[in-house]
């Protein structure tokens, strides 16, 4: 469904820039406006938004069928794979406005896409990056975005659950992962937000290592990183648990690690930056004698997109404020 109060604020903030309207081109970005989700791959998805007209969706030919289905109540136009997309999205908003004051997301439209938009509409600015005001649009959510997103948090708590219940000595991570999907989609969850990662043993400590066919053995941890999607909203978490009796040390990280994220979850608040946040977990760590061990951020956003603005991080001096959500997750 088509996010209006978003847009009307968008709008909004066109006009009190002295912009005649912005090309959206990061589909996460798209979908958060238009509610039509679809990643175009190598395609061009575009959403234009005007400072006193109505929007419009562009895309390939044969998604232009779905954009209307999606709610979209607006004008979608389609380009022929055989068609220079850059060209027809010109026509589009030539013919809707006069306007030569333009914004694009530097953050997402590559070098070749602007040349090529650019060489389109020659008599246009692109000097605004509306990637920090789109960024401010998706961070604080609706009551409504909330409720999708403990949707999803509890679709990824039972996925967690089934893949606890799978771990059995000799199943293959493959094996675990492939259950975990198999279930949730036999039940009614149609997406994960990411790749279900499942890791044993030393591949574990590969925080973002691929999926793969290794066995489990008896004293080994298994690691669990998974997502799932609920009306365009996701879910991210992280769960790591030993399988029978595992060494001392590894106990022993595990629970500094644990003791760091409840730290950080108890200790949030509106009013501090996420580096103080970052700091709390990272504090706890660094005392245990492992602080060269915790080699990423604390957490990052959470929204439409599995990873998003901003991120929990030392040196990032955002004010955490009401509506906020990002995840929490320390790791050594």
């Not at 010109?90 to 070098?111: C, M, N, P, R, W």
């Not at 036999?186 to 590969?206: C, I, R, Y």
């Not at 998003?308 to 959500?325: K, R, V, W």
Request: zero cysteines; aromatic letters at 8%.
């Amino acid at each position: 469904m088509v996010n209006q109060q978003k847009l009307t604020h968008f709008v909004s903030w066109l006009n009190q820039n002295e912009l005649s309207g912005t090309i959206i081109t990061n589909f996460h970005d798209v979908a958060y406006f238009s509610g039509f989700e679809s990643d175009p791959i190598e395609r061009v998805l575009a959403l234009v938004v005007f400072s006193d007209h109505e929007p419009l969706l562009f895309g390939p030919a044969l998604e232009v069928n779905s954009m209307r289905a999606s709610g979209w109540p607006f004008a979608a136009f389609g380009y022929a794979d055989h068609e220079n997309p850059w060209l027809i999205l010109a026509q589009h908003i030539k013919q809707t406005t006069s306007g030569t004051k333009f914004g694009i997301e530097y953050d997402h439209l590559s070098v070749a896409r602007f040349n090529a938009l650019q060489t389109a509409l020659p008599s246009l600015s692109f000097k605004t990056d509306v990637t920090n005001e789109v960024n401010q649009l998706r961070l604080l959510k609706t009551p409504a975005e909330i409720e999708h997103m403990m949707a999803a948090g509890k679709d990824a708590d039972r996925a967690l659950t089934i893949g606890f219940q799978a771990l059995t000595s000799g199943i293959s991570i493959l094996a675990v992962s492939a259950k975990i999907e198999y279930e949730l989609k036999k039940s009614g969850v149609a997406a994960m937000s990411f790749d279900t990662l499942v890791q044993f043993g030393t591949h574990a400590a590969d925080p973002h290592g691929a999926t793969a066919t290794r066995e489990l053995a008896t004293g080994e941890m298994a690691l669990f990183d998974l997502g799932t999607i609920t009306e365009g909203y996701a879910s991210d978490v992280s769960r790591t648990i030993a399988f029978g009796q595992v060494d001392p040390k590894l106990q022993e990280i595990h629970a500094v690690t644990l003791v760091a994220q409840q730290a950080a979850q108890s200790q949030a608040k509106v009013g501090m930056t996420a580096a103080e946040l970052d700091g709390i977990a990272r504090q706890i760590i660094t005392d245990a004698g492992y602080g060269d061990y915790f080699v990423h951020r604390l957490g990052h956003g959470l929204g439409t997109s599995v990873h998003e603005y901003p991120s929990i991080m030392a040196g990032n001096n955002i004010t955490l404020q009401e509506g906020m959500a990002f995840s929490i997750e320390p790791g050594i």
